[in-house]
């Protein structure tokens, strides 16, 4: 048995490793990924795969500051460099049978999402 400490840092390894065959082994089929902040949602394990390997296109750099795990749940706290801007980031994750069944995320500002992943979201 993973502990949610251990799979919310595999998550953030894979994804600042752009490995997304080992990121997808972390998620449930039947993943839930929200951001608030953008007002959207994906769902599914392969629309959430498509959504970072296609909908970020920067050299985007992340960092863990802070991972707090119970049995079923987590959070994290990350720094996102993107194009020289440093800004922080709040995850919480859901848990069941070793794997991640929801993501949502909270960014410093509320901003619109990108045209270019409109096409694997719902608008919240």
Same mark, same amino acid.
């Given at each position: 048995?993973?502990? $949610?400490?251990?799979?919310?840092? $595999? &998550?953030?390894?894979?994804?600042?490793?752009?490995? +997304? /065959? *080992?990121?997808?082994?972390?998620?449930?089929?039947?993943?839930?990924?929200?951001?608030?902040?953008? @007002?959207?949602?994906?769902?599914?394990? *392969?629309?959430?795969?498509?959504?970072?390997? /296609?909908?970020?296109? =920067? !050299? +985007?750099?992340?960092?863990?500051? @802070?991972?707090?795990? !119970?049995? @079923?749940?987590?959070?994290?706290?990350?720094?996102?460099?993107?194009? #020289? /801007?440093? &800004?922080? #980031?709040?995850?919480?994750?859901?848990?069941? !049978?070793?794997?991640?069944?929801?993501?949502?995320?909270? +960014?410093? /500002?509320?901003?619109?999402?990108?045209? *270019?992943?409109?096409?694997? =979201?719902?608008?919240?």
């Amino acid at each position: 048995m993973t502990s $949610a400490r251990e799979l919310v840092s $595999a &998550y953030w390894a894979a994804a600042e490793a752009r490995d +997304w /065959e *080992a990121f997808g082994r972390l998620l449930a089929d039947g993943v839930v990924y929200e951001a608030p902040m953008s @007002r959207e949602r994906v769902s599914g394990k *392969a629309a959430y795969l498509r959504f970072n390997a /296609e909908g970020f296109t =920067t !050299d +985007w750099h992340l960092t863990v500051q @802070r991972i707090v795990a !119970d049995e @079923r749940t987590a959070a994290s706290w990350i720094e996102m460099n993107d194009a #020289g /801007e440093t &800004y922080p #980031g709040l995850s919480f994750f859901d848990l069941a !049978d070793d794997l991640i069944v929801k993501i949502t995320d909270f +960014w410093p /500002e509320a901003y619109e999402p990108s045209a *270019a992943r409109a096409h694997l =979201t719902e608008r919240l």
